[in-house]
């Protein structure tokens, strides 16, 4: 692609929930909705109870050593309302990259979900986020529509990206992407990993179809997040191949239905969803370890992830990446080693703050592959606590704390069912990215 397709790209900012066809991995109960209004005690236990993947993370147990406190996290998206029960005195001055009014109000209610399953309260009865304790920096840009409709910035990607690199934000969470490689929008995203950020992206939600390798996701310099149901299999929409680097849980995840703000609509929350947790899970670690460079926070975040049992090491999966994201594993246990604190784990390579990196560093697509002849079995896996026993389950797991491998029945199993939802066999391989 070249830099002049950016200013006639189709755009498709935001992944997952409310964007288009959500695919046929158990879409149950899309048209149940929770009413926001006189009843908080009712909306906590239809909304905060479907909040499957706190039990299985163990949630509480993490939010006794750290909340993500001290942490900001920048949400680049379609705005968000601060607001809400949840969201109240958590949202902090941010951009309105659109240059349209001025604001940061949630043009679609997508962004402000995001913001909510990263750090909501949970107040009212809203959606209680992973990381409760961090701060919410939104950047709003535009999707099709509001561009559409508005004179909005064609380049407002770049000057959120910018703009969240400029500020305090440690972590820059971006559920959102289109198919085109934006030569501005990438040096925006180098100039990030050069102030010492940590950016994740939605590798998108056409796994099933196109399967296309989606930008922001897709550069070298951002942690490009999949996504997985229930029972830690990966969705049969979320997208797979070179840009995935973690995953993190997404079905069944209630949402803000519209930007009216009056319901939460059930169904599943796409590789955007999955992007919000990762992107709390970092805060949660980072909050922990307040002296971490984003290089071994994200090291600690891969050594930590869940894997199959005879996931060979050294291996990274077209389908799960690293595998998905345990914070309490990290945090609690002390699974994962920071390392050099230098040295990008996406690239192998010494990062721009440290002086040494390539800004013309290549997407992912070009580079040499890591193979692995088999797929990783069913079972969950392989932190090596238990003599090999693999008692993890789940997306930085329940069970695996405890050794109880019933604990809501969600076994990091299943793996191998990405070899029928790909139509083909599975192989744990991936290109390597180089810098």
């Known amino acids: 692609m070249t830099a002049g397709m950016n200013q006639v790209r189709k755009r498709s900012r935001s992944y997952g929930i409310g964007r288009g066809p959500l695919c046929a991995l158990a879409v149950i109960g899309a048209s149940l909705m929770v009413t926001i209004g006189a009843a908080p005690a009712a909306i906590a236990a239809d909304a905060q109870s479907k909040q499957w993947y706190l039990d299985s993370m163990r949630a ?17 998206d379609s705005g968000v309302n601060g607001s809400t029960p949840s969201l109240k005195g958590q949202v902090l001055k941010g951009l309105d990259a659109t240059e349209t009014d001025g604001k940061t109000d949630d043009i679609d209610g997508h962004g402000t979900t995001m913001a909510e399953l990263i750090a909501g309260t949970g107040a009212g009865g809203g959606l209680k986020g ?24 064609p380049w407002d990607d770049s000057i959120a990206v910018r703009a969240a690199a400029d500020s305090d934000a440690k972590i820059i969470s971006m559920s959102v992407g289109n198919e085109f490689l934006d030569a501005k929008e990438k040096e925006a995203v180098e100039y990030a990993q050069s102030k010492g950020k940590l950016l994740f992206a939605a590798v998108g939600n056409s796994g099933n179809s196109a399967n296309k390798p989606a930008y922001p996701a897709n550069y070298p310099e951002v ?25 993190a849980p997404a079905n069944d ?6 930007a009216t703000f009056t319901k939460y609509c059930d169904g599943d929350g796409g590789t955007s969803s999955a992007t919000a947790l990762a992107s709390a899970t970092a805060a949660l670690i980072w909050s922990a370890n307040p ?27 077209n389908y799960l990446g690293h595998g998905i994201v345990r914070p309490n594993a990290a945090i609690n246990r002390g699974i994962g080693k920071p390392g050099d604190p230098d040295v990008s784990p996406l690239t192998n390579e010494r990062t721009t703050s440290a002086g040494s990196a390539d800004a013309g560093a290549p997407s992912k697509e070009g580079s040499a592959k890591d193979d692995a002849s088999s797929p990783p079995k069913s079972g969950a896996g392989g932190d090596g606590q238990d003599k090999g026993k693999n008692t993890d389950t789940v997306a930085a797991g329940s069970a695996e704390d405890s050794g109880d491998d019933s604990q809501l029945g969600l076994i990091l199993g299943g793996v191998a069912v990405v070899a029928v939802l790909a139509g083909g066999a599975f192989a744990v391989v991936r290109k390597r990215r180089t810098a």
């Open 253 to 258: 995840i209630p949402r803000w239905c519209d």
């Open 130 to 153: 992973l990381a409760p304790g961090a701060k919410i920096i939104p950047m709003r840009i535009a999707d099709k529509e509001f561009e559409e409709k508005h004179k909005s910035n």
């Open 60 to 76: 509480e147990e993490i939010w006794k050593t750290t909340t993500g406190e001290g942490i900001k996290v920048a949400v680049i």
């Open 291 to 317: 002296d971490w460079t984003a290089n071994q926070v994200l090291r600690v975040m891969f050594e930590s992830a869940g894997r199959g049992d005879d996931w060979k090491p050294g291996t990274v999966s």
């Open 223 to 247: 942690v490009g997040v999949a996504a997985t149901d229930r029972e830690g299999q990966v969705a049969k929409y979320s997208q797979h191949g070179d840009v995935v680097d973690i995953a």
